[in-house]
Nanobody, 123 residues
Framework: QVQLVESGGGLVQAGGSLTLSCAAS????????LGWFRRAPGKEREIVAA????????YYVHSVKDRFTVTRDNAKNMLYLQMNSLNPEDTAVYYC????????????????WGQGTQVTVSS
């Protein structure tokens, strides 16, 4: 059983940066594909970024490419999301997720989810 806890959310002005962290407890994350999702008010949950277990494959939704960077530290059982050039459209609850299968993670069918952290970007 993997437990995921996000942190690092908050209020930031447009153009600012935040780094989200996801701490995992339980099995080592090295066997898991990891990702970040978000749910904005009134919208469906969407994938933001994902990384396969080797770190060799990454995915970013088009709207965050060149602004967000996903990284993982298997030794610390941590996942990160560096978010730059934030804009109000990035306002959402951000969730980290883990699954043994990268494709299941991409399809939002991850086995493990965190509780989420709120990111609010003011204009």
């Amino acid at each position: 059983q993997v437990q995921l806890v996000e942190s690092g959310g908050g209020l930031v002005q447009a153009g600012g940066s935040l780094t989200l962290s996801c701490a995992a407890s339980g099995p080592s994350l090295h066997s898991f594909a990891l990702g970040w999702f978000r749910r904005a008010p009134g919208k469906e949950r969407e994938i933001v970024a994902a990384m396969d277990r080797s770190g060799g494959l990454t995915y970013y939704v088009h709207s965050v490419k060149d602004r967000f960077t996903v990284t993982r530290d298997n030794a610390k059982n941590m996942l990160y999301l560096q978010m730059n050039s934030l804009n109000p459209e990035d306002t959402a609850v951000y969730y980290c997720a883990a699954d043994l299968k990268y494709n299941d993670l991409l399809g939002a069918r991850a086995a493990y989810w965190g509780q989420g952290t709120q990111v609010t970007v003011s204009s």
